[in-house]
Each structure stands twice: as structure tokens, then as C-alpha cells.
């Protein structure tokens, strides 16, 4: 009778366990769940200034992680409602893949070997970026071709070591990579002295620059860009309802830019503004967040979390934050920049 | 009596509670089934990621790898294809971990005879060297060591020369090499020391690293060994005549052999596979190499599985022929 029924156990259990192993991968809707779990899992940084860096207190603050608030403020009605999910370059993708988080807001580069053979879809660009050196000013080189021979710091598990490869090939030049695997080894080696050069994203290092040298006016950025590095936020195929979630937040977030709209006026211009394009990003016309599966404010909210584009540039990385850049290829399309959004309607 | 008992056994045996075909029978199920369940898994798993539009498999090894490696002994280049960027790393391993395992030897059996002098001074320092080596984490160690050298050596344009072509800086100690029908012998140049053939200060940090922390372990399995000879062996062999190092080198040593071999085969094979920390101060071993690989193509579960392969097969190796040598050294049969 015992051996009866514990046989019996076993074989359901394992009937239970095999129908686990078997079910499909992505049993629910990505939105259906946020709402469900009532937060978002979005993947960012182990800290990297400007883009997503915790601090003191653990507060999330950068591009990324704005991004993910406004997220937040649209899907669920709340900015705070974000779990952030700290993963370094080498976790990231599996994290995703896995479902771990429901989107990658994690300065990475979109290429075509990650947007076609990971299961991905990048949402769209948040930053332009480009991959540069940054060298101490007593080496006296003025531009990338004169570093010959040099040895090159590098963190692993980054586009940077391809790109690093592939510059100094087509230029005929030999260069030695010193790979780290960690960040805070790879820069606290250049710092020491170990390397005559250090890459990354020209973002990257202006934040090692800023915040990590011990004399920043001793180190300078080169000017030579030696790649493209559009960073966005990515996620995993197979639900293009929060694909477009996602992509439609950071497209509403440049619109607002666009038309003026700023986290002080925003609540002012839904009451009184006659403009029909502000109407509508508002929802005080068209109901336009009937048709991503949320509601007619997911805009107006998504912009009182975070600001428009242009503010959260400014308050990470632009000329006032740390970081200290420029606007340049990051400026709105009519401003002579990269940055465009298709309109909303 | 024994004669007795044989005699038993040839004519009854032993009872034999089940026939063999109805064990075999079994046996044969069993084996069936796990291979069922694992071709199941894998299955399953191919069939997931072909559904999230995940690529895997094994070709991309044939692709060219377009990432440089930093020192390596075989001659890699960027245009080369993945497999040959993993040997190169899994050189660099090997070249890290075969002076590593000589270097961890010769310390261990010193500290090792040192901690049964008889010489309080050196009895001390030997115990306070084990203490502290195999009490730290390994990660630490490799660390202080890297940054202890890169702070304290000079500056890479401002190379120190120590003799005739012979140049030591944060590139590491440059020395002349054969290339090519001649002497390749290095020079300062503007940014660094070029030419020549180099030892980083990546790989002495290893190097370093990996053995002093191995040779504490090895310390404590030559001294254990060397206690485990009774004492009775020594007076014996004293009273015959023969010098301490007599003694040492013809009676104690052949004996306590027999239970040191064994278990430093164990600290070869640790030493081996805690090289793979080398990629924390930045030393190209295979792990590095894989890590970089496997961002590159997003193939996760292909690169551990060589990293996985790679580790077994040094490891086997090492234990093959450790094993040859403890049956050199052990007892052998019963005479």
C-alpha cells in the first residue's frame, strides 16, 4: 500500500515536473504581468555615471533610469514603482533572455548580431554615442593614430574590444588590450599607470574623468571617435505589445520636448493649451493609450516622472550634471541632432 | 583453512538472490531512460531558444573572432577564427599554471621543511607564511599583488635599464628575443618599451599569486608527510651513520612521498583551475578569451560548456600523470 502510493507520488511529480520543463516560455502578456506584479524589472548598470548609478542611499539616477521611471509613471500610475536590477556587461543579455527583467535600459549598444540572433528587439536610441580614448595629457598625443604600440585598458564583455580591434587593423597599427573583466579594475589599472589609453563610450569616460581620476584636468578625452554607439533600451521578442509600450514611452518623451512640454508646465498646458498636437500627447483629445493597452494619460505622467528628453539630458549628462557633455548628436532633429521621434497620433 | 574456504566457494558460491538477465534487464532500462531524459532536455531547449529566436550551436567557432589578445604565445590576430582565439587563451593558461605548479612546489617544500626545523626563527616565519597565505582569499591576493606591481614598478615612458636590453616598467619587464634569424632586442619608445619579447605584470601577478597560495598548501602536505615516517625510521637511520640530509633524502623522504603525492596532485589540479581568477587583474587566459567571446556572439551556453571541457580535460591530464608517478613511488604489492 505504501510502496503503492509513494510510486504514485513519484510518477506525479514527475508528470508536474516534466510539464513545467515543457511549457512555453513566455506564458503571459510582459504588460499583463507588470500590472500583475505591480512594479517593473528593468536591468541597469552596476553603476555607471550618468546612464544608471546608485547612490548613497540606493536611489537609482541617470538616463536609464529615468527612462525606466517615466516607464513606470505610464504602465502602473507610479515613477517609484521600478525594481531596478543592477547586471554587469557579461549577465545582461541572459537576464533578459531569461526573463529576469522585462526590459535591458542598460547603455547598450544596438548591433545587428544582438538585434538579430539574441531574441531581442531594441526599442529605439536614447543616447548617440561613440567610442573614444582617454589618455593622460603628459603622454603628449593629440589623436588616436599616434598610439602605436600602446597599451590599451578595456572592460570585457563590451562592443569596445571589437571596435578596438577592427580601428587599429584598418589603420595598420599594433596595439596590446589589457582586458579586465571587472570595471573598477580595469580603470583603477589605467590609473595607476598600467595603460597608456583607456576606451569605453566617449560618455564613459567623461564620467571616469570626472568622478574617478584624482586629477581630472591631468587626463584628456581624444577627439577621435573610432565607432557608432547608438545606446536604447531592448526587449525580448515575442511580445510586440510591450515593444511598443516601451518604444512609444521614449518617443512621447521627445515629443514633449519637441512641443515645449516640461515637467513644470505639463499639468498647466493640459488645462489651457489649444495646440491640437499637445492635445493629443495629453489625452485631453484622442484617447492614443487605448491603443497601447494603457490609458489616455500614460503621456502626460510618463512626463511629470521624468521631464521631457531634453531635461533628462540635462540632468544627467549634460554640461551642468557631472558628466559635463555637449547636447551634439543627441540634440533634437530640428536642432540640428539625431534625436526624432514619429509623431503621435 | 584457506584451502577450506576455497573449496566452499568453487563448489556452492555465494546464493544469488536474482538471476543476472533480470538484473541486466534492469540496468539496461535504467541507462535507456537517462539518455531519454538528458536528449529530452536538450531538445527542449533547442527547441525554446528557436522559438525566442535564440541562435546556438557550435559554428560560430569557425567565424573570424575580430578581438586582439594582449600577450599570447601562439600567433594570434584578430582575423583568426574563435577557435584559434581559445587555444591561444587556453595557452596562456597552461603558460601561467606549468610555472605556477614548478614554483609552488619548490616554495611549498621549503616552507614545508622549514615549519619542522628546529630553528625557532625559522619554525616561526614558515608558520606565519602558511597562516597567511591560505587564510586569505585567492582573489585578494592576485589583486594586491597586480595593483602592489603596477603602482610600484616605473613609468611605461620612462623605463628603468637594468642591463643591456633589458628594460622593466608597468609594460613589465622587457627582455631580446629570437625572431626571425636574429635578436629582437626592445628600445624606449615614446609611449612604452617596444621590441623584444615582454613578461607582464599581468602574468607575474598570477603567476605570483597562484603559487605562494598553492605553496602554503603544499607546505602543510610536506610537512603531514614527512610526520606520518615514525620517528624509529630517522633514529634507525641515524644510528647506521648517515647525515640529517642522509637520512632526509634516503629514508624519510621515499616513505613520506607516498603520502604527499596523492594529495598535491589535488593542489595541481586547484592551482590549474583557480587560474581562471586571472581574469580579475586582466591576464588573457581562456576564461578571459571565452567571456569576450561569448559577448561577442551571445552563444552563453557554448562558450562555458568549452570553458567546462577545457578544465576537464587539464584536469584529467594532470591527474594521469600524477597517477603514473604515485605508482612510481608507491608501496608496491604486499612483499
Not at chain 1, 577621435?224 to 547608438?230: F, G, Q, R, T
Not at chain 2, 546556438?56 to 600577450?71: H, N, R, V
Amino acid at each position: 500500500m505504501t510502496r503503492i502510493s509513494i510510486r504514485l507520488a513519484a510518477l506525479i511529480g514527475a508528470a508536474g515536473l516534466a510539464a513545467t520543463l515543457a511549457a512555453p516560455a513566455h506564458a503571459g502578456k510582459t504588460l499583463d504581468t507588470i500590472k500583475q506584479r505591480g512594479n517593473i524589472n528593468c536591468g541597469v548598470s552596476t553603476g555607471v555615471a550618468g546612464f544608471s548609478a546608485p547612490d548613497s542611499q540606493g536611489q537609482w539616477s541617470g538616463l536609464d533610469a529615468d527612462t525606466c521611471r517615466a516607464l513606470a509613471a505610464a504602465v502602473l500610475g507610479d515613477a517609484k514603482k521600478v525594481n531596478f536590477v543592477p547586471l554587469n556587461a557579461q549577465q545582461r543579455f541572459a537576464a533578459l533572455q531569461s526573463g529576469e527583467v522585462d526590459l535591458l535600459a542598460r547603455n547598450t549598444t544596438w548591433t545587428l548580431t544582438r538585434d538579430a540572433s539574441l531574441g531581442f528587439h531594441f526599442t529605439t536610441v536614447t543616447y548617440y554615442d561613440g567610442q573614444g580614448f582617454l589618455v593622460p595629457k603628459k603622454l603628449k598625443v593629440t589623436s588616436a593614430k599616434q598610439l602605436k604600440n600602446a597599451e590599451i585598458c578595456v572592460q570585457s564583455g563590451t562592443t569596445n574590444e571589437k571596435n578596438l580591434a577592427d580601428y587599429f587593423r584598418a589603420q595598420n597599427v599594433k596595439i596590446k588590450p589589457v582586458v579586465f573583466e571587472g570595471f573598477e579594475a580595469s580603470f583603477k589599472a589605467f590609473f595607476a599607470g598600467r595603460c597608456q589609453a583607456y576606451t569605453t563610450d566617449v560618455s564613459g569616460l567623461a564620467g571616469l574623468r570626472n568622478k574617478e581620476a584624482k586629477n581630472p584636468d591631468d587626463y584628456m578625452i581624444l577627439p577621435d571617435l573610432i565607432s557608432k554607439e547608438p545606446l536604447g533600451p531592448l526587449v525580448r521578442r515575442g511580445d510586440d505589445e510591450w515593444f511598443a509600450d516601451v518604444k512609444w514611452v521614449i518617443f512621447a518623451l521627445i515629443e514633449a520636448e519637441e512641443n515645449g512640454l516640461t515637467q513644470a508646465n505639463v499639468d498647466e498646458q493640459k488645462a489651457n493649451s489649444k495646440d491640437p498636437v499637445v492635445q493629443r500627447i495629453l489625452g485631453t483629445s484622442e484617447d492614443t493609450g487605448k491603443l497601447l493597452g494603457l490609458d489616455k494619460e500614460w503621456a502626460l505622467r510618463a512626463i511629470k516622472a521624468s521631464g521631457n528628453y531634453g531635461e533628462i539630458f540635462e540632468r544627467n549628462v549634460g554640461p551642468k550634471s557631472v558628466l559635463k557633455l555637449p547636447r551634439g548628436a543627441n540634440n533634437l532633429w530640428s536642432k540640428g541632432g539625431l534625436v526624432y521621434a514619429p509623431p503621435i497620433r | 583453512m584457506s584451502v577450506d574456504a576455497s573449496a566452499t566457494r568453487e563448489t556452492s558460491g555465494p546464493p544469488r538472490t536474482r538471476p543476472p538477465l533480470f538484473a541486466w534487464f534492469f540496468q539496461t532500462l535504467l541507462v535507456l531512460a537517462l539518455v531519454a531524459l538528458i536528449a529530452w532536455l536538450v531538445s527542449n531547449t533547442l527547441a525554446h531558444l528557436r522559438e525566442r529566436g535564440i541562435r546556438a550551436g557550435f559554428d560560430f567557432l569557425t567565424q573570424p573572432a575580430g578581438f586582439e589578445i594582449g600577450e599570447s604565445w601562439l600567433s594570434y590576430e584578430s582575423s583568426q577564427p574563435f577557435w584559434s582565439a581559445f587555444l591561444a587563451g587556453l595557452a596562456n593558461t597552461v603558460r601561467v599554471a606549468l610555472p605556477g605548479i614548478v614554483l609552488a612546489t619548490l616554495l611549498g617544500t621549503v616552507i614545508g621543511l622549514g615549519r619542522l626545523s628546529r630553528n625557532f626563527l625559522l619554525r616561526s616565519i614558515s608558520t606565519g607564511c602558511v597562516e597567511l597565505l591560505r587564510n586569505v582569499p585567492l582573489l585578494v591576493q592576485l589583486l594586491m599583488w597586480y595593483f602592489a606591481l603596477t603602482e610600484l614598478l616605473p613609468a611605461s615612458n620612462d623605463a628603468v635599464h637594468v642591463a643591456p636590453g633589458i628594460f622593466l616598467s608597468k609594460s613589465g619587464l622587457s627582455f631580446p628575443w629570437w625572431e626571425a634569424g636574429g635578436f629582437d632586442w626592445p628600445m624606449a619608445g615614446e609611449l612604452n618599451v617596444i621590441g623584444g619579447a615582454s613578461v607582464t605584470p599581468e602574468f607575474l601577478a598570477v603567476w605570483m599569486g597562484l603559487s605562494t597560495y598553492t605553496a602554503a598548501f603544499v607546505a602543510e602536505t610536506v610537512r603531514a608527510g614527512i610526520q606520518s615516517v615514525s620517528a624509529g625510521q630517522l633514529h634507525a637511520a641515524m644510528s647506521m651513520g648517515l647525515t640529517p640530509r642522509q637520512a632526509l633524502r634516503y629514508i624519510v623522504m621515499p616513505q613520506a612521498l607516498r603520502v604527499i603525492v596523492p594529495s598535491i596532485t589535488n593542489q595541481y589540479l586547484n592551482l590549474t583551475k583557480n587560474s581562471s581568477l586571472a581574469v580579475a587583474v586582466g591576464y588573457p587566459d581562456l576564461v578571459s578569451v571565452a567571456n569576450t567571446a561569448l559577448n561577442q556572439t551571445g552563444r552563453a551556453f557554448e562558450c562555458i560548456a568549452v570553458i567546462m571541457s577545457v578544465y576537464l580535460v587539464l584536469s584529467l591530464l594532470t591527474s594521469v600523470l600524477m597517477n603514473r608517478y604515485n605508482a612510481r613511488v608507491a608501496l608496491r604489492g604486499a612483499g
